[in-house]
């Protein structure tokens, strides 16, 4: 179970934490992503995997989507309410210097730009809320994001670590959000632990559990638990979903690229599986 959802400071206060480590691990190999990718697209995936466990029907879906100056170019993530998840970057192979501190530069590699939040459930249209990155760290963009465009003032804390051995020593974080009966007291009190808290990754080094980090984050020993499940990197692309790609480009140019190559071959973007179709049955595509 690496996803939990609890309750905090007498029920007033909802929290979202996950143990995301294998997750990037995964992502990070499926897309061969450099150190600062993996942060990126690692914390976009931790959020994801967050607001994932809040969808409530079967066929709800969420869709992340960092549109950046930076080097690294677009960012997108897809969820679903099966905590499934899939990973998608411009350029997976940036490399940038590290800030002063010696970190990797998420802010920078990822430049200014907005973030989009899509959440289909169900209704006619899907809800889409969209803001202007603050610094381009994930972490922050979210919360300023769930302030101005939802509302919901909330702690967001999301971090990725790279060992020396390149690998993904871990990553995980949570947010943190108020419920309408929340006091002010009780808001004044998370601000102030949050602000003096070690980043995410600082804590999950010290062997905390996620539940001990959530205690600490809220200063509540007697949090709750209401949910707990396991959120994994799967992709739901299909030969039909590829066909409608190739039907899109349009009959003469998918039947150009099969005279140059006598076949077409097109990969996922979001887990890089091949599929390959000959000529033939591109014209049979473009006869139904
Ligand atoms: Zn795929």
Known sequence: MNIKKYLACNETVRVMAVDATEMVQEIRKIHNLSNVATAALGRLVIVAAMIASTLKNEDDRLTLQIKGEGELGNLVVCANQKLHIKAYVSNPNVEIPLTKEGKLNVGGAVGAGTLTVIKDIGLKEPYIGT??????????????????????????????????????????????????????????????????????????SDNKTIDDIVKEATGDEEIKTIFEADAKIKCDCSSKRIENTIVALGKQDALNICDKQGKIEVACNFCNKKYTYSKEEVENLFKK
């Open 131 to 204: 803001c202007e990155l603050l610094t381009g760290e994930i972490g922050d963009d979210f919360a300023y994001y769930f302030n101005v465009s939802e509302q919901t003032p909330s702690v967001v804390s999301v971090g990725v670590l790279i060992g020396k051995d390149n690998s993904v020593s871990n990553a995980g974080g949570f947010i943190i959000q108020p419920l309408p009966e929340c006091d002010e007291k009780t808001i004044d009190s998370l601000e102030s632990i949050n602000i003096k808290l070690p980043a995410m990754t600082e804590l999950m």
